[in-house]
C-alpha cells in the first residue's frame, strides 16, 4: 500500500513538472514571436547586422587620413572629365582595294565645354587618318579635327555627344604656380584607363622643343609620373582645376624617370579658343625675311638681319631697310632686329617667343641695329598666313 502510494505520487510530480515545463516553453516562444513582431526588435537585429557587415568599410574610411580623402574626391571629380583617345590609319589593299584600318597609338585627352571639343597633345593624333574618343562613362565617339598647332603641341577634337555627358574640366592658372607645390595627373599610360598619378611641381619656366621644332615656354617640370598614353591628359592642382596639358617625358629609355612636362594652362587660354574659332593660331608677323641662325652666328651679332621686306606689310609701311647688293655684289647689311617694346630679341626663338604676346593689329615699337645706330621703328603687326 505504502510502495502504491509512492509511486503514484512520483507519477503526480511527474506529470505536474511535464505539464509546468511545456507551459514554461510555451510562453518563452509566444513572448518570442510577440517580441519579434513587435516595433524596433526585428530592425534593431537587422540593423545590427547591417551595422556589423559596414563596419569594416567605415573603419577603412576613418582610417584615411585628410590628404588622402582630398585625393580621393579630386580623381573622382576630375576623371569624369579625362577622355581616352585611339587613333587608326587607313590602308588600302593594292590588289583587292579593300581598306584595312590599323591601329595607330593611343593617348589621353579632357573635355573642354558642353559643345564637345576635346584638348589633346598634337603628336598624340599627328599622322593618324581616324581618332576615337572615349569619355569616362566608356561610351565612344568619333573625332573630327578641329584645329591643331604643331608649334604648341596642342589640338582640338570635336565629338557629337550629348551635353549632358560631358563634363568640362575647371580650369585654373599656371602664372601662380610655385615650386613644390602638390599635382595630380589623369590619364591613359599604356592604354590603362582612368590612371592617377602625383607628385609635385619640380620646376618652372623650362623650355622644351615641340613636334614643330619651335620651342614651348614656360613649360611646368614636374616628378608625377608620365608615361607613354599620359600624353594630352590633364595636370591639375590640389583643387582639381587644370595647370597643364601634360606633354612630354624626359627619358633615354621612353618611360617614366622622374622629369615630366606640361604645357601650362595659360598658354591653352589663348591658343584653344583659335583653334576652335579659326582652326589655327592667329599669329602676328612682321612682314619681313630674316637672316637664318647660322649666318647671325658668324655675324657674331645679337639679333636678326633683316634680308628682305614683304611689300604692303607693316615693315613696309614703317621704313624697315632690308639688306641689299651694291654695284660691285657686295652685301649691305640691312636693319637687325634687337628688341620689341621693351623686350629683348636675339634670335628667332626669341623673336617668335615675343610676338605670342601680341595680335595681328597690334602696334609696336621695333627696335633695331641699323648700321652702328639703334632705331626705334613704330610698327603694326601682320596676321602670319
Known amino acids: 500500500m505504502k510502495n502504491s502510494l509512492k509511486t ?7 506529470i505536474v513538472g511535464f505539464i509546468a515545463g511545456t507551459a514554461w516553453s510555451e510562453k518563452g516562444s509566444t513572448q518570442k514571436d510577440n517580441n519579434s513582431t513587435s516595433d524596433g526588435i526585428v530592425s534593431n537585429e537587422s540593423n545590427t547586422l547591417s551595422h556589423a557587415i559596414s563596419t569594416p568599410s567605415i573603419h577603412k574610411r576613418d582610417e584615411l587620413n585628410k590628404e588622402e580623402l582630398a585625393t580621393i574626391n579630386l580623381f573622382q571629380s576630375a576623371s569624369n572629365s579625362v577622355a581616352f583617345i585611339t587613333t587608326s590609319n587607313l590602308r588600302q589593299d593594292y590588289w583587292t582595294r579593300n581598306v584595312t584600318e590599323i591601329e595607330r597609338g593611343t593617348g589621353s585627352a579632357f573635355v573642354w565645354d558642353k559643345e564637345g571639343h576635346i584638348v589633346t597633345n598634337f603628336h598624340v593624333i599627328q599622322g593618324a ?9 566608356q561610351s565612344t565617339w568619333p573625332a573630327k579635327l578641329v584645329g591643331h598647332a604643331a608649334e604648341k603641341d596642342l589640338a582640338i577634337l570635336k565629338i557629337e555627344a550629348p551635353s549632358n555627358d560631358l563634363f568640362p574640366i575647371p580650369v585654373g592658372a599656371s602664372g601662380n604656380l610655385l615650386v613644390g607645390q602638390s599635382v595630380y595627373a589623369i590619364g591613359n599610360p599604356f592604354g590603362l584607363d582612368q590612371t592617377l598619378t602625383t607628385g609635385i611641381i619640380s620646376a618652372l619656366g623650362r623650355e622644351i622643343a615641340s613636334v614643330s621644332g619651335a620651342p614651348i615656354k614656360d613649360v611646368i617640370q614636374t616628378d608625377a609620373a608620365i608615361n607613354p598614353g599620359n600624353s594630352g591628359g590633364p595636370l591639375l592642382d ?5 595647370i597643364g596639358v601634360n606633354t612630354a617625358i624626359y627619358s633615354p629609355s621612353g618611360a617614366y624617370a622622374g622629369i615630366g612636362f606640361s604645357i601650362p594652362v595659360d598658354v591653352l587660354k589663348w591658343v584653344v579658343p583659335d583653334l576652335i574659332n579659326h582652326g589655327k593660331v592667329l599669329r602676328p608677323t612682321i612682314g619681313v625675311e630674316l637672316a637664318s641662325s647660322q649666318f ?12 628682305n621686306v614683304v611689300k604692303g606689310t607693316g615693315a613696309d609701311k614703317s621704313g624697315v631697310i632690308p639688306t641689299t647688293r651694291d654695284h660691285y655684289g657686295n652685301f649691305q647689311l640691312g636693319d637687325i632686329i634687337i628688341g ?12 617668335m617667343l615675343v610676338l605670342e604676346s601680341y595680335k595681328p593689329g597690334d602696334e609696336v615699337k621695333l627696335r633695331v641695329l641699323r648700321g652702328d645706330v639703334e632705331v626705334e621703328v613704330d610698327l603694326v603687326l601682320d596676321e602670319a598666313n
Open 8 to 14: 503514484m505520487l512520483w507519477l503526480a510530480l511527474i
Open 129 to 137: 587618318d581616324k581618332a576615337t574618343v572615349t569619355l569616362a562613362d
Open 238 to 242: 590640389s583643387s582639381g582645376r587644370l
Open 296 to 307: 647671325m652666328s658668324r655675324l657674331r651679332v645679337d639679333g636678326i638681319l633683316v634680308i
Open 340 to 351: 620689341m617694346d621693351n623686350k629683348k630679341i636675339a634670335s628667332h626663338n626669341d623673336l
